[in-house]
């Protein structure tokens, strides 16, 4: 993931950035596969991104996936047997993808639009005008929705209807990367990153801030090289908040106190995972590394896949799972950064990290093209 162009603020009439390679991507070599990942179904999602701008990744939940495509077609499919359960219109072109919780579908429209469906059959609960372009998922929890759009606002809504409960505000620079994280929800809090490099947290009642902090300052001449978004959603992981900037740091901080533990240097903008003891990242180069949570220290970092346009990392059954531009899913080992398998399921680039249920991966590629993969290696006999 290089640096960037302007293309998109023409395009989509924004301020921001789009990631554009700079560099050629690493070619893949052959490896030893220590098991051969197989399909377990796959499905139309609707109309190709044929702008190639947005990020579109499933939402799965209650044993359904539910994938948009640019247009605004809704599908929900059974996870295990990928039949179509229901599918829905929501009258507009989407910008942020699919999301939700509390029973929800939410989808984000490229006008500031927000529509919430029903999980289990599709119905409209509500549609609202929010006046902000959101590129990531908004979500629900808490009785809430939270959306944060690239205006640099964080929105909050009540679930039941839509109303707008309380909003705030962050300065927006002059220039940043295509896309915005996801905020954080939580029972009595919601945590968001922004393209200025804070992290703040909001009491969710009424929006009360309770602290910001700084993941990254911007630094050198050029707004290219001050741009330092926190796109990546922060994770929160018994009691310590963990939060990554492009340009900036990987930072762990006490939710309770907003004292820094650690932090070190390193530019990303896709979404963390993690496992009980290690957070595992694509920086922005595309180098899949695993850091040890308690200290910030390197475990591995695997450089095979560099500026393959690599998705940010998936973590299941004591593996890592990257998707990549050319449509391919990479397995790697969590001990030690081994790639240990490799499966093309679409011929388009995945865009955003793999959903899992835990026994199943899911992915959308850019041509509409949604499959589920096993995510499991099958043991020994």
Same mark, same amino acid.
């Not at 702008?51 to 209650?62: D, I, N, T």
């Not at 599918?87 to 919430?116: D, H, I």
């Not at 909003?167 to 915005?180: C, E």
């Not at 990479?330 to 240990?340: F, I, K, M, T, V």
């Given at each position: 993931?290089?640096?960037?162009?302007?293309?998109?603020?023409?395009?989509?009439?924004?301020?921001?950035?789009?990631?554009?390679?700079?560099?050629?991507?690493?070619?893949?070599?052959?490896?030893?596969?220590?098991?051969?990942?197989?399909?377990?179904?796959?499905?139309?999602?609707?109309?190709?991104?044929?702008?190639?701008?947005?990020?579109?990744?499933?939402?799965?939940?209650?044993?359904?996936?539910?994938?948009?495509?640019?247009?605004?077609?809704?599908?929900?499919?059974?996870?295990?047997?990928?039949?179509?359960?229901?599918?829905?219109?929501?009258?507009?072109?989407?910008?942020?993808?699919?999301?939700?919780?509390?029973?929800?579908?939410?989808?984000?429209?490229?006008?500031?639009?927000?529509?919430?469906?029903?999980?289990?059959?599709?119905?409209?609960?509500?549609?609202?005008?929010?006046?902000?372009?959101?590129?990531?998922?908004?979500?629900?929890?808490?009785?809430?929705?939270?959306?944060?759009?690239?205006?640099?606002?964080?929105?909050?809504?009540?679930?039941?209807?839509?109303?707008?409960?309380?909003?705030?505000?962050?300065?927006?620079?002059?220039?940043?990367?295509?896309?915005?994280?996801?905020?954080?929800?939580?029972?009595?809090?919601?945590?968001?990153?922004?393209?200025?490099?804070?992290?703040?947290?909001?009491?969710?009642?009424?929006?009360?801030?309770?602290?910001?902090?700084?993941?990254?300052?911007?630094?050198?001449?050029?707004?290219?090289?001050?741009?330092?978004?926190?796109? *990546?959603?922060?994770?929160? @992981? /018994? %009691?310590? $908040? =963990?939060?990554?900037?492009?340009? &900036?740091?990987?930072? +762990?901080? #006490?939710?309770?106190?907003?004292?820094?533990?650690?932090?070190?240097?390193?530019?990303?903008? *896709?979404?963390?995972?993690? @496992? /009980? %003891?290690? $957070? =595992?990242?694509?920086?922005?180069? &595309?180098?899949?590394? +695993?850091? #040890?949570?308690?200290?910030?220290?390197?475990?591995?970092?695997?450089?095979?896949?560099?500026?393959?346009?690599?998705?940010?990392?998936?973590?299941?059954?004591?593996?890592?799972?990257?998707?990549?531009?050319?449509?391919?899913?990479?397995?790697?080992?969590?001990?030690?950064?081994?790639?240990?398998?490799?499966?093309?399921?679409?011929?388009?680039?995945?865009?955003?990290?793999?959903?899992?249920?835990?026994?199943?991966?899911?992915?959308?590629?850019?041509?509409?093209?949604?499959?589920?993969?096993?995510?499991?290696?099958?043991?020994?006999?």
């Amino acid at each position: 993931m290089g640096l960037l162009a302007l293309a998109l603020a023409v395009a989509l009439g924004g301020c921001s950035g789009k990631r554009d390679h700079v560099e050629p991507p690493t070619k893949l070599a052959d490896i030893q596969s220590s098991f051969t990942p197989r399909e377990v179904w796959s499905a139309s999602a609707g109309s190709a991104d044929g702008s190639g701008l947005l990020s579109l990744a499933p939402f799965v939940a209650e044993g359904l996936v539910v994938a948009v495509d640019v247009r605004g077609q809704v599908s929900a499919f059974d996870a295990t047997s990928g039949t179509l359960r229901w599918r829905r219109e929501v009258g507009f072109a989407v910008s942020g993808g699919v999301g939700g919780g509390m029973g929800l579908v939410l989808v984000s429209g490229r006008k500031g639009e927000l529509a919430a469906l029903e999980l289990a059959t599709g119905e409209p609960r509500w549609r609202v005008e929010t006046g902000s372009l959101a590129y990531a998922p908004a979500v629900a929890g808490a009785g809430r929705v939270a959306l944060r759009g690239l205006d640099g606002r964080l929105l909050v809504l009540d679930a039941a209807n839509g109303e707008r409960l309380w909003a705030d505000t962050r300065p927006v620079p002059p220039l940043s990367l295509q896309g915005t994280s996801r905020p954080l929800l939580l029972e009595d809090a919601v945590i968001a990153g922004f393209d200025n490099g804070e992290l703040s947290a909001y009491a969710l009642a009424n929006g009360r801030k309770l602290f910001t902090l700084n993941v990254a300052l911007p630094k050198g001449r050029s707004e290219v090289e001050r741009m330092v978004d926190v796109d *990546s959603t922060p994770l929160l @992981d /018994r %009691g310590v $908040l =963990y939060a990554l900037a492009y340009q &900036g740091r990987l930072v +762990a901080i #006490d939710a309770a106190t907003a004292q820094t533990l650690w932090a070190r240097e390193l530019s990303g903008f *896709s979404d963390l995972a993690q @496992d /009980r %003891g290690a $957070l =595992y990242l694509t920086d922005a180069r &595309g180098a899949v590394m +695993a850091v #040890d949570k308690r200290s910030g220290k390197s475990l591995w970092t695997q450089d095979a896949l560099l500026h393959r346009g690599v998705t940010g990392p998936t973590v299941v059954d004591g593996m890592v799972v990257v998707g990549d531009r050319e449509g391919y899913l990479h397995w790697l080992s969590a001990e030690d950064g081994r790639l240990l398998a490799r499966l093309r399921p679409v011929s388009s680039a995945l865009t955003a990290a793999p959903r899992t249920d835990g026994e199943r991966l899911y992915v959308q590629g850019r041509d509409g093209r949604l499959v589920a993969v096993s995510a499991r290696a099958p043991t020994s006999p």
